[in-house]
Every structure is written in structure tokens, then in C-alpha cells.
């Protein structure tokens, strides 16, 4: 059964019972000396009932039941500054100890409040976010290539039916959804109608084709970036409503294929895959001042210019001059 926050689960580090637990048997061992200590040092303001003078065994039964708030009244303060000492330090410790004592309780009972504050929280201020579908190896490659391309682990949002996948999620950071992302209801927690993007990464074909139809139909405009194995099945995810499709398989038989005669070539492809060293291919809009020069004055190296809806590539002599409406995809370095 889905908990109050429809399965929703915020990355955060919890401490382990057993250190939580020893946490506070540290705190409360440390209250109970430091009133058997103030007990025993103002021996002279307390009257045993039994008769003489209080010992340190007597000072700490005395602070222990006091503590306790068991009271029995065989040991009290009867001095005016013994009682002040009461009133002004025992009495707020003997709080302190109790909030030790009860603080698991506590922590058990307020967690899942805690938990769901935090999830609302989330859902009022999410936006503009990239929602990944899957977290297998192609769900954590392309997570890396957002968070290397300038993307906050605070803006990706991971859907996976696996548990065990969202909690590896959530270690690193990430937002994670447990369900399937095929499903409307598991994709409408992800807060989709605000996403700025979303990636298909999932490990069948038709998975894949489902959730871009199910995300196609919730969000009409948000773009969509799917991965399909094979290459037979890329024109049916586009006709779900893909923008964008990778087809792992026959992408990675080309590079294989070259890695034998060019192998050159199959190095710079992957420098420019990488991002932040090297190489890095991008995609932005023309500036003011680079508007009416040619693509080749650039100092970046222009792939290739999509204007009006057509894209364009670098050699076309349709490009002309850039205009202020364009959109390049260029290679440059970061060296």
C-alpha cells in the first residue's frame, strides 16, 4: 500500500537506530552525572531521613529517582540555595531526561509527518524538473550526462518499479518514484505537467512505447528523449510522441564497426559523449553579437543550425548568415 505521500521518497541521510539509540544513552548518561554531581557538591542542602550525611552512592540514588520523577521523599533538599538549585538546574534536567527517554517514541511517531511535510514541500516547488524512466545503466549513464551538462540533482526526478533501484537513487541524491512509469497515476506524482523534460530509459521496447504514450498524454508539449534497443522499433516510439530516439543497439554496432578500421574516430566520438573535459557537444541559441557572421567564423564549431523548424547542417549553403531566432548545435572545448 502506497504511504500518504503517494510513494514519493526525497533523497536525505538518516542515522542508524543503533547510533540514534546510542546517541541519546550518551546525552542521558551525561545529564545523570551531571546531577549526581551538583547533588553531591550541595550535600549540605539535603536531609536523609535515614540520618547522615549524603555519600556519593546516596547522591546519585537521589538524582536517579529524581530524574526518574519517582520521588519516594526518603532524600530532600532543605536548604533555601538547595531548593534553588532544584528549581534552577535539576528540575530542567529531569525534563531534558525524560525528552531522552521518550525521544525514540518520538522519532517513530513524528518521522512520517516529518516525511510528508517534506513531500508537499517538493510537489509546491518542483518545476522545470527531468523525469527519468528507468534507472538501469542507460537510466544512470544519462543522469551522470545531465548532472555533468549542468543539470542539480535537485531538478531529476527517477521512476523504477524496483525498490532497490530508488533507494541507490536516493543515496546519491536523487529524487526517486517507486511504480511503473507506464502507469498515469505513478507519472502524475512525478509532477510531469511541470517537467521541463523527460527521458524513456527503459529496458524493452515496448515499456518504452508505453510510457512515452502515457507521458505523451499527460503533458502534450514536454519534450521526450526515449532509448530503444532495437532500431526496427524507433519510428513506432516516434509515433508515440518522441522528439528524440537513441537506438543503443545499432549505435553500438557502428562505433563497433569503426573501432576496427578508425579506432581514432571512435575516441573523439566518445570524448565528445563526455561531458565536462575535452570535447563537448552542446546546443544553444546565437547571440546578439554573432548575429549576420557566418557559421564558420565562430569560434565554436557549428554542427549544425535549426531555423524555422528545419534543421540545417553546417555545410548547407541555405544557412547563410545566423539570424537572432537560431539554434546551434556546436562543438566546443573546455580546455
Known sequence: MLSDHGGVQLAHTEQSPV??????????????????LIVYFDRNGYRDNNGGELSLLDATYYATVSLSTTGYGDIV???????????LFITPLRVLFLLILIGTTLEALTARSREEFRVRRWR????QHVVVCGYGTKGRSAIRALIAAGTDKEHIVVVDPSPAAIDEANSVGLTGIVGDAGRADVLRRTSIEKARAVVVAANRDDTAV????????????????ASVREEENASLLRQSGADSVITSSSTSGRLLGLATDAPRVVAAVEDLLTAGHGLDLAQRAVTSAEVGMGARQLRDVVLSVTRGGRTLRFDDP??????SEDVLVVVRSNG
Do not use: H
Open 210 to 225: 508505453l510510457i512515452t504514450l502515457t507521458v505523451r498524454q499527460l503533458s502534450p508539449t514536454v519534450p521526450i528523449t
Open 77 to 87: 533538599p532543605v536548604t533555601p540555595s538547595a531548593r534553588l538549585v532544584n528549581i
Open 19 to 36: 547510533r540514534q539509540v546510542y546517541k541519546r544513552v550518551v546525552i542521558a548518561t551525561v545529564v545523570l552525572v551531571t546531577t549526581v
Open 124 to 127: 509546491s516547488s518542483v518545476r
Open 318 to 323: 541555405a544557412i547563410g548568415t545566423l539570424q
